[in-house]
């Protein structure tokens, strides 16, 4: 695993962002992997940057998705899709037939045949974007004391993600509990990994990600360890409170 650290979270997203391009330079067709939450948004300001002024070009790119949340519209400001759409997709030149994002909706083993689907049709991601959860989480295979899962799948958020969630939601009650995820085996399909963080809540998991030898269903995220082309990219402000 690599571990790459930069001085500031705006040189970490510049770093990731540059990543991403020179692949599709050298694979229009690249397909992507991708995260949602707060730590990508300015890796895809980087990216809209970087197509608007020509130096890339989505226009044969895919792109698979993490997660979604369970039970909400497309439509819904709150949903993954809503969110790929509005910080990414609207305003680069790749086809949103070329993107997909779980429904969230409807059965959900469907939801879950159909991601895993994703994920390995042409080929899995060449890279994975990931960001991580103060517990370790990674997509939302969240941490617990005796496994992880490995298609993709519904997973109960634990009260910790809720409660990060709820930052982006009006009212407490309308933050979901559920999200489908792809699973473990999904992510660790990816031909490369990038996992970015930032901030002081993932100070925990990324000293257990990037100090400690253990692999462990108590902090997902370790799980990269055995990932054979992983980089976690962190700011200096992360690495030394990481010590
Ligand atoms: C989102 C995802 C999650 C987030 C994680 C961190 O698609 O898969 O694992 O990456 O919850 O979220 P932020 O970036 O908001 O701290």
Redesign the pocket.
């Known amino acids: 695993m690599n571990v790459i650290v930069t001085e500031s979270y705006e040189a970490s997203a510049a770093w990731v962002a540059d990543q991403i391009c020179a692949l599709i330079a050298a694979k229009p067709d690249a397909k992507l992997g991708l995260?949602?939450?707060?730590?990508?948004v300015p890796v895809y300001r980087a990216l809209i940057e970087a197509c608007k002024e020509g130096r890339a070009d989505f226009s044969a790119v895919r792109t698979v998705?993490?997660?979604e949340y369970w039970g909400l519209q497309p439509d819904n400001d709150q949903s993954?899709r809503y969110f790929m759409d509005t910080n990414l997709f609207d305003h680069i030149n790749i086809k949103k037939e070329n993107t997909y994002v779980a429904s969230g909706l409807g059965d959900p083993q469907a939801n879950c045949r159909a991601l895993d689907a994703a994920v390995l049709e042409g080929g899995a991601p060449d890279l994975q974007l990931?960001?991580?959860?103060a517990n370790g989480?990674?997509?939302?295979n969240e941490a617990n004391p005796d496994r992880l899962i490995a298609p993709s799948h519904l997973e109960d958020l634990t009260p910790s993600?809720i409660q990060?969630n709820s930052r982006f939601f009006d009212r407490p009650e309308d933050v979901p509990t559920k999200a489908i995820t792809m699973g473990m085996a999904g992510i660790m399909a990816a031909k490369s990994v990038v996992l970015l963080a930032t901030g002081a809540s993932k100070v925990e998991a990324i000293r257990g990600l990037v100090m400690e030898d253990a692999v462990t269903t108590s902090n997902p995220s370790t799980l990269l360890k055995l990932h054979p082309n992983a980089t976690v990219v962190i700011d200096r402000a992360l690495a030394d409170a990481v010590g």
């Open positions: 995260a949602t939450g707060g730590t990508p998705n993490l997660d993954y990931l960001g991580i959860g989480h990674i997509a939302f993600t990060a």
